[in-house]
């Protein structure tokens, strides 16, 4: 299976902008579905985005439409959520995730099948 690591979490200020990574091994990242989520302290864990295989169709949970936007660069086996207008509620562990199928009703609920280790992002006032 795929191994996801994720990095570029830290404090940022409201308002600000942080790009998170996910780099990938073990398998060839074009196979995999490859999503976001997050998981703020004391709070059920959230999906936040998803991108298909070939990275033309993407999707994102209503909180963060408009401000983040999720890609990836096959070449390079990596993953990117790029997170701008930060507000105070996006504060969490931020986690990749991958699948083979595009399955959106069932992430929401049961998360993806392969994940990383997170990194946590601060939005600070």
């Known amino acids: 299976q795929v191994r996801l690591v994720e990095s570029g979490g830290g404090l940022v200020q409201a308002g600000g902008s942080l790009r998170l990574s996910c780099a990938t091994s073990g398998r060839t990242l074009s196979t995999y579905v490859m999503g976001w989520f997050r998981q703020a302290p004391g709070k059920e864990r959230q999906f936040v985005a998803a991108i298909n295989s070939n990275g033309e169709s993407t999707t994102y949970a209503e909180p963060v439409k408009g401000r983040f936007t999720i890609s990836r660069n096959n070449n390079k086996n990596t993953a990117y959520l790029q997170m701008d207008s930060l507000k105070l509620e996006d504060t969490a562990n931020y986690y990749c995730?991958?699948?083979?199928?595009?399955?959106?009703?069932?992430?929401?609920?049961?998360?993806?099948?392969?994940w990383g280790k997170g990194t946590l992002v601060t939005v600070s006032s």
């Open positions: 995730a991958a699948d083979t199928e595009w399955a959106l009703n069932k992430w929401y609920q049961n998360g993806m099948p392969i």
